[in-house]
């Protein structure tokens, strides 16, 4: 009975965050939307029936993953309805395929959700199974299990903290790129550049013309700055030496480095050509600019897809990769230190431990990941892929990032000896705007980089294991 009655309460969560209008990256508005979501909905019924059948055949007699009957206890950020809809589907798809294993979501409302996961775990109502995103902290509380290679086998690449993987990772690291008004672009004969000078030109081009911004960014939200900082760090700084933040800790190097002043250098040089009032805007509102023919291109990640096709569904849209200044590609992508993780707690019974592994390799079979991909836009980070529906537009950053000649997380979301200290990657977005703004020289910056990183370094260094333990 009490399985009967999960299943229905998470099928009509399903249905309510279909009708909220979150549906997949593949519907293109009017009749055409109209025949997409048909044959989405007929493509869902039948992946759904294959993974019933598949984890039926998995759990026929003799081979059940688990002893007894076993609960757990599952918790992810439930802020897009997208992400709503795919993770009850998926969850409803796994309880019934495995009956003697009941899958409960807990709701997180929609807010903040380290500070909910922080809460779970203060109260002793840490989850079994969650989407981990502030992985190293709490692998170093000891907080979260080792995942096998059975599972880590499922995907191209894992992130390892300190020698060990802690998470299946969702999707690939967002990947950046400039998505651009492609009727505009036609109209006045404008191409995708294939050169850094080319992406400058065609910035000059537009602005020329004046009937709109070459770029919208959205420089109020500080994270949104972190886009453009880290396109920038990454063409001057990585391609150079991929170790910078480590060899700061160790004090062979510090962010009055030519490389470092190179990255100010390259944002003033694109930044010249972003709308009035950048610094006032919301990441919320650039697509607005888009759309509405304010502005020709922004710089973001593939979840501004749907963002779009939903302000605007006849809005015909382009991407390109922006290339870096000595010709290469170098993207967001790959997998991340974040994704599923199973708690060291829950991985200490037997039944949990494999009822949470059966969970997260059900949930990476294609034909529920797809589920997951397409809802989210998320880059496919699995060796055997899903096969899935989605706008021309975002098989090419797919393409993109498989033809890419680097593809790694962003400077932020590194761990082990390049991990950043707490505060620090805001403290340089914000010293990026007051160079942009022209209130601070680059010299200056660079100096007060080197002051305030000496100081984090006081209470964070991984190589030192200052903050660690």
């Not at 250098?265 to 610094?279: C, F, K, P, S, V």
């Amino acid at each position: 009975m009490k399985k009967k009655i999960l299943a229905a309460v998470l099928s009509a969560a399903t249905v309510t965050g279909m009708l909220a209008g979150c549906g997949s990256t593949a519907s293109t508005g009017g009749a055409e939307s109209a025949a997409a979501t048909t044959a989405n909905t007929e493509s869902t019924s039948a992946d759904a029936d294959a993974a019933a059948d598949a984890g039926a055949a998995a759990t026929t007699a003799g081979e059940s993953v688990v002893t007894e009957p076993t609960d757990l206890t599952f918790i992810f950020a439930d802020g897009d309805e997208g992400m709503k809809t795919a993770m009850n589907e998926i969850v409803n798809r796994f309880n019934e395929a495995y009956p003697d294993i009941t899958v409960t979501i807990e709701p997180g409302n929609g807010g903040a959700y380290s500070e909910f996961l922080k809460t779970k775990d203060s109260v002793g109502e840490f989850p079994d199974i969650m989407e981990m995103r502030d992985t190293a902290m709490y692998v170093r509380a000891g907080k979260l299990a080792e995942l096998p290679e059975e599972i880590t086998s499922l995907f191209q690449t894992t992130t390892e903290f300190e020698g060990a993987v802690y998470t299946a990772p969702l999707g690939g690291e967002n990947t950046n790129g400039i998505i651009y008004n492609k009727t505009y672009f036609d109209e006045n004969g404008f191409a995708e550049p294939t050169t850094y000078e080319e992406f400058l030109e065609l910035c000059q081009a537009i602005q020329e013309k004046g009937d709109m911004a070459p770029l919208v960014v959205g420089g109020q939200d500080i994270w949104h700055m972190g886009f453009w900082f880290h396109k920038a760090y990454n063409d001057q700084v990585l391609s150079q030496d991929p170790e910078f933040i480590k060899h700061c800790y160790e004090g062979t190097k510090d962010f009055t480095d030519e490389t470092v002043k190179a990255t100010f250098t390259e944002l003033q040089d694109i930044m010249q050509y972003a709308q009035d009032g950048w610094t006032s805007t919301p990441d919320a509102q650039i697509t607005t600019f888009l759309v509405s023919d304010m502005a020709a291109m922004m710089y973001s990640d593939t979840h501004m897809f749907s963002n779009i096709q939903q302000a605007d569904p006849s809005f015909e849209m382009g991407w390109f990769a922006v290339p870096s200044p000595d010709g290469k590609t170098r993207l967001v992508g790959g997998a991340g230190i974040g994704g599923l993780a199973i708690s060291a707690e829950a991985a200490q019974d037997p039944n949990k431990k494999a009822a949470g592994e059966a969970f997260i390799k059900f949930f990476f079979q294609p034909e529920n990941y797809k589920l997951y991909c397409e809802s989210l836009s998320a880059i496919p980070t699995t060796v055997d892929k899903p096969q899935l529906d989605v706008l021309p537009v975002f098989q090419e950053v797919i393409d993109a990032t498989e033809t890419a000649d680097d593809l790694a997380p962003m400077w932020n979301g590194r761990v082990g000896d390049n991990e950043l200290p707490p505060d620090f990657r805001n403290f340089t977005y914000k010293t990026l705007v007051e160079v942009l703004q022209g209130t601070r020289d680059i010299d200056s910056a660079c100096e007060e980089m080197n002051k305030t990183w000496k100081t984090a370094m006081e209470s964070f260094n991984p190589i030192t294991g200052t903050g660690i333990k």
